[in-house]
């Protein structure tokens, strides 16, 4: 089957049981909140053990309830049943806000937290999670204010994002003479033809004009609810609580930023030979960034694509490629674009049912196949975590790409190594398109959305403003690597990553996992077989770990721009190598 199927959550909204479960929410949230309302120190240990029972009991309904909701909307983004559905569920969800509030307030108010803990197994368990709901206590508003956030969001920002998703699924590209999806059409950037690259580019940027007015009330509007948030809750910055959110010191991004900074050079020069090759002399155009480079550029089917992961991988490590060969042939992935199903790419995980859902747009080239590993990488780490106590099954947005990023660079190193001539040329180009986007792009996007944040403070930004923003920020990312004629003015526009008011700056954990995952690469060849054991405990932490103690674990110090040296000394090298190659 080319899409998945949700049959393991229920076989659809008259199923009985998603009938059943779907009202059983209501009963949940109302025992989470009597039981709240009636906490008290007496009994720390119980009333602690009691309400975080619950608080399982409604996380695993919700989970489940909530994934199969919003995998349907993924697909079928216009489907009336499933956007009333998504409403129903937000409003429902919402719900249990003022119940957490009370607990977290009950957390911080005792004063010997440790002694608690010891005491009781299921606490133990939990350990992390209490400390840093303790530690959160500065930033908690009252029970009230925190419901009421809650329920605003579901027609605030929750409701901006839905629309971002919404038109950018739906909007008609025409391309000639017929009518496309703009995933199809963004799938033509690695075209073989140069002719059919611009075309798709020039018919992608005009696509935009129907829709940019009304996304830019969308990122206006979200940004400024993420401000109005950070100054009730007393964070200097949107900035600022993401990293308290992420669980990651200030002191580690900024040894990450600086040191991709100073690579930069590197990626224009690898970016300035390509516009090169490719006949260009003013840099590389925007539309020529994913250009395959040789003659021919093979595709592949998707039952080659199982076989070329299960390949690649089972060599690494025979638990996941067994978990790649279920997704497969268990339908967990929704393979090819289609009018109102979303584009790019995710994974969700199901630890209540220990699986995952994989939504690419599938094309069949190599690219694809990157994907798909890193997706599966996404599904890995679920794996990973799939036996952690309910409440301890969410990482850090840093941590959260790393297993991902791991699973590009083993598919990508092993390719490169088998490779010759040509075809060796290829994949190392390849590697680097992958390369320059999580750090130039993604330093980008980090760049516009922090001038956005700070812009937003006072003024509104219209279509053209953002297109500026964006059109500054891709110069100051990819130098003279980029001709200034040809850039891309509507990131913003296709990127959901900008649309979510309760995760800001979601940029830097893909350069953070990209870079991350090369350091550990470097410990898996030092280390070998030896590696693996530690790597699977490694992601087993970053749900219970600050990001910091998680690298730890591997003897990695993050706030050490050394450590980030290493690893975008590696990336130098390949593009050394890519410059040697193609005198």
């Given amino acids: 089957m080319n899409e998945w199927s949700l049959d393991v959550l229920y076989k659809g909204y008259y199923d009985e049981a998603f009938v059943n479960d779907f009202k059983k929410m209501d009963t949940v949230i109302q025992r989470c909140t009597q039981a709240a309302e009636q906490l008290c120190h007496d009994n720390e240990v119980k009333a602690l053990h009691d309400m975080l029972s619950l608080l399982e009991e409604f996380h695993t309904l919700a989970d489940r309830v909530g994934h199969f909701i919003s995998l349907k909307q ?47 197994a299921l606490l133990k368990e939990y350990s992390y999670l209490l400390h840093t709901i303790k530690e959160d ?38 391309y000639k003479g017929e009518v496309s999806t703009l995933s199809q059409i963004r799938n033509m950037a690695y075209d073989s033809d140069a002719k059919v690259r611009k075309s798709a580019y020039e018919a992608e940027l005009k696509a935009y004009d129907k829709i940019r007015d009304a996304v830019a009330f969308s990122l206006n509007s979200i940004k400024a609810q993420v401000l109005t948030e950070c100054e009730l809750r007393g ?68 039952e080659e694509a199982k076989e070329y992961l299960l390949k690649h991988f089972r060599p690494f490590a025979e638990d996941m490629a067994d978990m790649m060969e279920r997704a497969f042939d268990e339908s967990w ?36 196949i990157v994907t798909l590993a890193h997706e599966l990488g996404h599904a890995y780490h679920g794996m990973m975590i799939e036996n952690h106590r309910p409440l301890n099954t969410d990482y850090s947005m840093p941590v959260a790409e790393t297993a991902s990023t791991f699973n590009e660079n083993i598919i990508m190193n092993a390719a490169i190594e088998e490779a010759k001539g040509q075809e060796k040329i290829t994949l190392i180009e390849n590697q680097l398109q ?51 004629d040809y850039l891309h003015p509507y990131m913003w526009i296709c990127k959901s990553h900008y649309y979510s008011s309760g995760l800001s700056f979601y940029n830097f954990p893909y350069a953070f996992g990209a870079l991350f995952a090369r350091g550990l690469i470097v410990k898996y060849q030092e280390e070998k077989e030896a590696f693996v054991p530690k790597y699977r405990e490694l992601l087993k932490a970053t749900t219970v770990s600050s990001v910091e103690d998680v690298a730890a674990m591997a003897d990695i110090d993050l706030c050490d721009e050394a450590f980030w040296t290493s690893c975008l000394d590696t990336c130098a090298q390949r593009i050394d190598e890519f410059l040697e190659l193609t005198k």
């Fill in 74 to 120: 993924s697909t079928n983004t216009s489907d009336g049943k499933t956007v009333s559905l998504m409403n129903q569920f937000s409003q429902k969800f919402s719900g249990i806000t003022k119940a957490n509030a009370k607990f977290n307030r009950y957390v911080a108010e005792i004063e010997d937290l440790d002694a608690c803990i010891e005491q009781d």
């Fill in 137 to 174: 206590s500065t930033y908690l508003l009252s029970d009230d204010v925190e419901d009421v956030l809650s329920k605003m969001n579901i027609s605030g920002g929750e409701a901006w994002a839905n629309l971002q998703e919404y038109l950018t699924s739906i909007v008609e590209v025409e």
């Fill in 235 to 302: 964070f200097a910055s949107p900035l600022a609580m993401t990293l308290h959110n992420a669980h990651m010191k200030q002191e580690t991004l900024d040894a990450l930023l600086h040191t991709m900074q100073s690579y930069m050079p590197k990626f224009h020069a690898y970016l300035r030979r390509k516009a090169e090759l490719l006949g260009y002399k003013n840099g590389l155009p925007w539309y020529e960034l994913f250009a395959p480079l040789g003659e021919e550029t093979k595709t592949y089917r998707v």
């Fill in 333 to 368: 992935i929704d393979f090819f674009p289609r009018k109102g199903k979303v584009g790019g790419a995710f994974c969700a995980n199901l630890s209540g049912v220990k699986q995952s859902r994989v939504l690419t747009n599938y094309d069949g080239a190599l690219g694809d």
């Fill in 434 to 484: 992958d390369l320059t986007q999580v750090i130039c792009d993604i330093y980008s996007r980090f760049l516009f959305e922090k001038t956005v944040f700070e812009k937003r403070k006072d003024s509104f930004m219209f279509a053209d403003e953002l297109e500026a923003i964006m059109i500054e920020t891709q110069k100051q990312a990819y130098g003279d690597g980029l001709d200034p």
